[in-house]
């Protein structure tokens, strides 16, 4: 079911696509009145979406090179269609997804949400997607299943990032079952109303906006239900650096640098930093989640 | 050594000053780049960067002079001065964008340069190089003599090593730039061991006719 959260945006206008974008959100968010409401933080109304050329042209995508640049320079050799998922593990129909049937059963939405990468600088992303609850319903999971993995594709004649073992490849990632049914978490198709780029994770990729830009898996090609925790890409590189959980938080640092601020993209030279939110801002959302659980523990 | 003794010869007719010239230009060069977005969206990371990789270089650069005279008889001497300062002003410049531009809380650049572990190498690596620039001159060349002076200056090769420590343990994951430029420094200083680690005497001598 689309449409289960909504922006409480401001019309402000950014840039033309941004405009074009708060109008939309605004119909969506009237449209989704009466539907099951999710509270939304407050600080959402100042969320003002980064331009498409700096969210395409700013991202880490190891499997096309370490470098910022790298991405953007090689993720157009990506063939992204055909395009099929493979759902596989404790779901009632297992079996390879084509992205076009799946398409087809779903509503895409928008959603501007918050995007903080672990290396402590952060953007503004108007997706373009549909939650992933309802991509997992397709699937029907059994009740005996209680996390969601996923994993990138591999193909070393178009991604030349993985001749080098920066990362155990294929990358993996992984949400306890709850965080990938919450109405946030999301499966992005698009942005500003556009096709993913390449190096941005086309042609299906995993927005979890509480979470460090990492969890959020790019070019998915397999989702698997299983009911142990998953061993996840970069646990396995530095498990003391990156937890399974990785929920954005000022109070926990990564061991070698703080997280207590950020640096928003797009804010030029001399925008200096400001401080990171818990849960990224969407504590109200969220926390809820994580009751009772030791934070500092379970980053 | 025909080649050697001709490029030497070349070398002489050169000075150093436009050394300098180049590395200001090209200091505030990046600076104007990234001020008016040329550096793409997170200017203060890449500029921080950029200055941080050309001053580790020109390092690996002014520690290569050494070797390169001793096993091919090209002598790059005369510009080792002018090397090593650029490299120190390019270190200076990544280590001012990280304080002002970017971390720009002192409690927080306090909480920084003692708790990550990169920070404190890249710090030690910086204090390390301060008494090498501060001492330059011909001044104190003569002030403390030739022996001390470049017992001081072999400070160099730990700058050195802490500036590629410091490369290496910022990185996330297994990257294979930072590893390279250590490889190349311990190149260097392995190099620099077999040939003795002292300076020879005509170098020192040379160091002293070609202040300018």
Excluded at chain 1, 76 to 89: E, F, N, Q, Y
Aim: hydrophobic residues 45%; aromatic residues 10%.
């Amino acid at each position: 079911m689309a449409m289960r959260w909504t922006n409480t945006l401001k019309d402000r206008e950014v840039t033309d696509e941004a405009t074009f974008l708060n109008r939309r959100q605004l119909m969506a968010g009237a449209a989704g009145l009466g539907l099951v409401g999710v509270a939304t933080g407050a600080s959402a109304e100042e969320l003002k979406p980064n331009s498409f050329e700096d969210i395409s042209n700013y991202c880490n995508f190891y499997e096309f090179g370490t470098a910022k640049e790298d991405p953007p320079k090689y993720a157009g050799a990506l063939t992204t269609s055909p395009w099929s998922v493979k759902i596989d593990g404790m779901v009632d129909s297992p079996g390879d997804y084509a992205l076009e049937d799946i398409l087809s059963k779903m509503t895409i939405e928008e959603r501007i949400y918050r995007f903080r990468c672990v290396e402590a600088w952060s953007m503004v992303v108007p997706w373009n997607g549909f939650e992933l609850a309802d991509l997992l319903a397709l699937a029907g999971v059994q009740s005996s299943a209680k996390y969601v993995v996923f994993e990138t594709l591999v193909r070393p004649e178009e991604m030349p990032g993985v001749k080098y073992p920066v990362l155990d490849w294929p990358y993996v990632e992984g949400l306890r079952l709850d965080e990938a049914m919450h109405p946030l978490t999301m499966m992005a198709t698009g942005i500003y109303g556009k096709d993913l780029p390449n190096q941005n994770g086309a042609p299906l990729r995993l927005v979890v906006p509480w979470k460090y830009g990492f969890k959020s898996i790019k070019s998915i090609v397999r989702i698997t239900l299983t009911d142990k925790e998953p061993a996840t890409s970069w646990n396995k590189a530095n498990a003391s650096e990156y937890g399974f959980y990785s929920n954005v938080n000022p109070e926990v640092n990564h061991p070698r640098w703080s997280q207590a601020t950020e640096r928003q993209l797009g804010g030029g030279l001399f925008a200096g930093r400001v401080p990171t939110l818990k849960f990224n801002g969407y504590e109200e959302d969220v926390a809820s989640l994580y009751t009772g659980m030791d934070l500092k523990t379970h980053f | 050594m025909a080649i050697s003794s001709s490029l030497n010869s070349a070398f002489r007719r050169v000075p150093t000053w436009p050394l300098y010239i180049l590395c200001a230009a090209h200091l505030s060069g990046l600076f104007y780049s990234a001020a008016t977005g040329g550096m793409g969206p997170e200017p203060i990371k890449a500029l921080e960067h950029a200055y941080g990789e050309m001053g580790l270089k020109l390092l690996v650069v002014t520690l290569a002079v050494t070797p390169l005279r001793k096993y091919t008889g090209v002598s790059l001497l005369k510009f080792r001065r002018a090397l090593g300062l650029s490299a120190f002003f390019y270190i200076a410049a990544h280590l001012a964008v990280w304080l002002v531009l970017d971390v720009q809380v002192i409690s927080r650049i306090w909480d920084d340069i003692v708790k990550r572990p990169y920070i404190t190498v890249g710090m030690a690596g910086f204090a390390t190089l301060l008494p090498l620039a501060l001492t330059s001159n011909n001044m104190s060349l003569r002030k403390m003599g030739a022996a001390s002076w470049r017992k001081l200056h072999r400070l160099t090769y730990l700058a050195a090593l802490l500036g590629g420590a410091h490369y290496i343990m910022l990185v996330k994951g297994l990257q294979l730039e930072p590893l390279v430029y250590m490889a190349v420094i311990l190149g260097l200083l392995a190099a620099r061991g077999r040939a003795g680690l002292g300076v020879s005497s005509d170098s020192a001598r040379q160091l002293r006719k070609n202040r300018s």
